[in-house]
Nanobody, 126 residues
Framework: QVKLVESGGGSVQPGGSLRLSCQLTGMNYDAYVMGWFRQSSGGQRQAVAVVDGDGTPIYAPSAQGRFTVSKGGAKNTLYLQMDRLKPEDTAVYYC????????????????????WGQGTQVTVSS
């Protein structure tokens, strides 16, 4: 059974940094696509950054220039380095995976993702 586990959330002041980690277990081969999404209170789940089916990092406009998504050396691990955090980045962050080889901005659509972690809270506040 596929399982994703996120870690690394927490509270930070504006301008600070956090690094999120995601580990997918339960599969013997690589997921085609893994990505980070977030959902603020009362909002819909939205893309933050993904590594698409070609291995290319794809960013939502809100994350471009501040966040860095990367795959780890171990199979099916994903990281999100978040710098210059803003209060509007406050949300529950989810790791998602799919075995569809979505590419480019199509990979930012959460509807393509079939497996999700439980989420980790990120709070940016002074």
């Amino acid at each position: 059974q596929v399982k994703l586990v996120e870690s690394g959330g927490g509270s930070v002041q504006p301008g600070g940094s956090l690094r999120l980690s995601c580990q997918l277990t339960g599969m013997n081969y690589d997921a085609y696509v893994m990505g980070w999404f977030r959902q603020s209170s009362g909002g819909q789940r939205q893309a933050v950054a993904v590594v698409d089916g070609d291995g290319t990092p794809i960013y939502a406009p809100s994350a471009q220039g501040r966040f860095t998504v990367s795959k780890g050396g171990a199979k099916n691990t994903l990281y999100l380095q978040m710098d210059r955090l803003k209060p509007e980045d406050t949300a529950v962050y989810y790791c998602g995976s799919t075995f569809y080889r979505v590419r480019g901005t199509y990979a930012l659509d959460p509807d393509h993702y079939k497996n999700w972690g439980q989420g980790t809270q990120v709070t940016v506040s002074s």
